[in-house]
């Protein structure tokens, strides 16, 4: 931690040059780069509000983590738990007739890298992106509120148990106990805090490259050899997913037939993972928005496709236009 202790008020820039890493830390507890958004906004107001308070007998930064951790507790307590298709059943037939929508508020939302990536250490980076990988912010909402924090705080951010038993108000003791009851749950999920960090490849970016020359040209045989045998691809807000490159195809020849002819453009990264906005062709001409496509590589080919249809909310967060033009 840095440990670097403000004598005085701290000034709002002094507050502001932590944004990145809090917005990390509220979303990887809450899910939602909104709802962290909304968390961080108010953690600065409280913590600006009680600013004269501050003494200066911790860092600022530690302070303004036990504020935000406060914030997050308060929020999770009138939010219901965010999930991924795959947490609330089975896989389905890639018929139609199984699509099912639920409210945004139930899904685990994309985050853009720009928002929480930390500056400096390309080591740091790296474990930031594994940290908010899809599957690991699902796994965190498994977990009990403060379980959630103490394993956040102890394994992604290196924090010591006494640092953490601070923080929370509660004994070294509670901590070490919630941590270890916290990674009992994330590997029943066969989940790790701990997993390797990954990073793109050339062999994964010449990968991407055809697989979006293969999309946009409908080219189910270049997909073929591109999605693994046994990738999965979900659509939140809809609670159906598949399994299976045969269903994928199989989906994307049969209901999801409207996706011939999109374009699709590369955002960066979201959740550690690479993004691309997809536009369907639009009766009226041009393009209208679709989905925001993550997609996940393993062993040379993609393992997951997750489409998230929000783009009302996620392309202004991702910097993508409202549409294209022929």
């Excluded at 899904?107 to 908010?132: N, Q």
């Amino acid at each position: 931690m840095d440990e670097s202790v403000v004598a005085v008020a701290p000034a709002p820039g002094e507050l502001e040059q932590h944004r990145r890493e809090l917005t990390a830390y509220c979303y990887r507890m809450l899910g939602s780069p909104f709802d962290a958004e909304d968390a961080v906004q108010e953690s600065f107001v409280r913590a600006w509000r009680s600013r004269d308070g501050f003494q200066g007998r911790s860092s600022l930064r530690s302070w303004l983590y036990r504020i935000a951790t406060n914030v997050c507790l308060d929020m999770v307590k009138s939010r219901e738990r965010r999930a991924r298709p795959m947490d609330l059943g089975p896989a389905r037939e890639p018929l139609a007739s199984n699509l099912n929508t639920r409210s945004e508020a139930t899904w685990i939302e994309p985050i853009p890298e720009t928002l929480i990536a930390p500056e400096g250490d390309p080591a740091d980076v790296a474990i930031a992106r594994e940290a908010v990988r899809l599957a690991f912010v699902a796994a965190l909402q498994h977990l009990p509120s403060r379980q959630r924090a103490v394993l956040i705080l102890r394994e992604v951010l290196r924090w010591e148990a006494t640092e953490v038993a601070e923080l929370l108000d509660t004994s070294v003791a509670s901590v070490n106990s919630a941590l270890q009851r916290a990674r009992a749950t994330l590997a029943s999920r066969n989940l790790s805090s701990e997993d390797a960090p990954r990073t793109l490849k050339e062999a994964d970016r010449a990968l991407l490259e055809r697989y979006v020359a293969a999309f946009e040209g409908y080219d189910i045989e270049a997909l073929t050899s591109l999605i693994q045998k046994d990738a999965i691809q979900s659509m939140p807000p809809y609670d159906m997913w598949l399994r299976g490159r045969d269903d994928i195809l199989a989906w994307w020849l049969g209901p999801g037939i409207g996706c011939r002819g999109s374009r699709v453009i590369p955002v960066g990264l979201a959740n550690g993972s690479p993004a691309f906005g997809q536009y369907k062709p639009s009766p009226q001409g041009g393009y209208e928005p679709w989905s925001l496509q993550v997609i996940e590589i393993e062993g040379g080919a993609i393992s997951e496709l997750t489409f998230f249809l929000d783009t009302e909310r996620l392309f202004p967060l991702f910097g993508l236009p409202p549409r294209l033009d022929s």
